[in-house]
Nanobody
């Protein structure tokens, strides 16, 4: 069982930056991809960024391209999400997720959520103007 614990959320003003961390305990070599999702009340959880562990290929939702960067430190069993140039519409609960069977990079954001088996508890990000 893979356990994921997020940290690094908080409140920031427009244009600011935050870095989220996702620490994985009992990291399984069978985990193929890690991703960050976000959700606001009344909306579907959407994929923000994904990294494929065997190839280090990354993909992003269009709404965050050029502003967010996903990375991983395998030695620390940790995945990061660096968020720059934050906007009010980035306000959401952010979740880390892991999967053995992974969605394609071009579909993970809108339809890949159900393929992720392991989820963290979430960390809140609030961007104010």
């Amino acid at each position: 069982q893979v356990q994921l614990v997020e940290s690094g959320g908080g409140s920031v003003q427009v244009g600011g930056s935050l870095r989220l961390s996702c620490a994985a305990s009992r990291y399984s070599v069978s985990i193929v991809c890690m991703a960050w999702f976000r959700q606001t009340p009344g909306k579907e959880r959407e994929g923000v960024a994904i990294v494929y562990r065997d190839t280090d290929i990354t993909a992003y939702a269009d709404s965050v391209k050029g502003r967010f960067t996903i990375s991983e430190d395998n030695a620390e069993n940790t995945v990061y999400l660096q968020m720059n140039s934050l906007k009010p519409e980035d306000t959401a609960m952010y979740y880390c997720a892991a999967a053995r069977n992974c969605p394609r990079p071009d579909s993970f954001s809108l339809s890949g959520r159900t393929m992720f088996t392991y989820w963290g508890q979430g960390t809140q990000v609030t961007v104010s103007s």
